[in-house]
């Protein structure tokens, strides 16, 4: 059974930055297409960037282009997100999830983590 675990939320002021972790449990990580999702407070969970296995092709939602940074280490079993610039509409729960297609949709991804809280402050 594959675990995700997801680091590194917290409150930042507008403009500030923070770097989510989402540690794999297991050795298959290096198989799996990977993507953060965010849900804002009563709102439906939302794509916010997709890595493949690889790591040669990455997507981010519009909303982030030019802020965030996804990347992984497959090595140690990690994906990352960093995020710049931030805004308080960035504000939400960020979950880490596993797929095996490279897909923007949740309904493509297997696996999901607890979710790390991120709050902008304006």
């Given amino acids: 059974q594959v675990q995700l675990v997801e680091s590194g939320g917290g409150l ?14 297991g050795r298959t990580f290096s198989i799996y297409q990977m993507g953060w999702f965010r849900q804002a407070p009563g709102e439906e969970r939302a794509f916010v960037s997709a890595i493949t296995r690889s790591a ?11 802020r965030f940074t996804i990347s992984r280490d497959n090595a140690k079993n990690t994906m990352y997100l960093q995020m710049n610039s931030l805004k308080p509409e960035d504000t939400g729960v960020y979950y880490c999830a596993t797929s095996r297609t490279y897909s923007i949709r ?9 979710g790390t809280q991120v709050t902008v402050s304006s």
């Avoid at 930042?12 to 449990?25: D, F, I, K, M, P």
């Avoid at 949740?106 to 607890?114: A, I, K, R």
């Fill in 106 to 114: 949740s309904t493509d991804y297997d696996f999901w983590g607890q």
């Fill in 12 to 25: 930042v002021q507008a403009g500030g930055s923070l770097r989510l972790s989402c540690a794999h449990s």
């Fill in 56 to 66: 040669g092709s990455t997507h981010y939602a519009d909303s982030v282009k030019g």
